[in-house]
């Protein structure tokens, strides 16, 4: 065999293994693999649709608003540690500028006594303040004061509650924006301030009232004071 057939074949021999080394060290194909689909969250479930109230339904809710009121004003009405105002004065009273006498059916005396559909009524619709003051027979360590708005009107108009204490002293115990609304389901609307007991002896409340907060004339009914 001569040098030159001996070389090429060494280099033949060379190539093939080369060859069979990298077709070796390839690796096969992987097969694919899918990820996983990402979990669906479930829609959510729509809303029932609501159910129309039967007449029947209707009017028995009618009632049973009716049957709360009627438990709350009963309630307030003969709270055993209740008094109703044994004096009354205010800042007007409606038609007491017209040069003449106010009615009787508008003063301030009106709110003395306990609920009886008479009343006070002021002279401003929406202009400036004005205030109703009280007076109580037995000074008392307060913890509530309830006012009874006719009809609700002049009760969202309520800025400030103060308490007299037996020395004469005012002292503020509320004030801001009235939260109380009309009450539909009755006659009277009754504004109630709740607060720890006063360590004073209360004698007298003044209710304090922004005209412009709320238009119209205010008529006030009663003012009870709660306490012992």
């Known amino acids: 065999m001569t040098m ?11 190539t093939l293994a080369l060859a069979a ?3 070796k060290d390839k690796p096969a194909d992987a097969p694919t693999v899918e990820a996983p689909a990402a979990a669906t969250a479930p829609a959510p479930a729509a809303p029932a649709p609501a159910v129309a109230q ?6 028995m809710a009618r009632k049973q608003a009716l049957l709360d009121y009627g438990t709350m004003e009963d309630k307030y009405l003969n709270d ?10 205010a800042s007007t ?10 009615s009787e059916s508008s003063v301030a005396r009106n709110v003395v006594g306990p609920s009886d559909d008479r009343s006070w009524t002021n002279n401003n619709q929406d202009k400036g303040f004005d205030w109703l ?6 000074p008392v360590n307060a913890t509530e004061l309830r006012v009874i708005f006719p009809s609700g009107e002049g009760v969202e108009a309520v800025s400030k509650v103060e308490l007299q204490d037996t020395d004469g002293k005012w002292n503020t115990i509320w ?18 301030r709740t607060f ?10 003044k209710i304090t009232i922004a005209n412009n907060v709320q238009h119209g004339y205010k008529n006030v009914e009663a003012v009870q004071l709660v306490g012992e």
Request: net charge positive; proline share 3%.
């Open 4 to 14: 030159k057939r001996q070389t090429t074949i060494a280099i033949l021999m060379s």
């Open 21 to 23: 080394c990298h077709k």
């Open 54 to 59: 039967t007449e029947a339904q209707e009017e």
């Open 80 to 89: 055993p540690k209740g008094q109703w105002a044994a004096t009354a004065k």
């Open 93 to 102: 009273t409606f038609g007491d500028d017209n040069g003449k006498e106010p």
């Open 133 to 138: 003051e009280v007076g109580y027979a037995k």
């Open 175 to 192: 004030s801001g924006i009235s939260d109380v609304k009309q009450d539909r389901r009755g006659n009277r609307t009754w504004f109630v």
């Open 196 to 205: 720890d007991k006063t360590a004073y002896k209360v004698k007298g409340a």
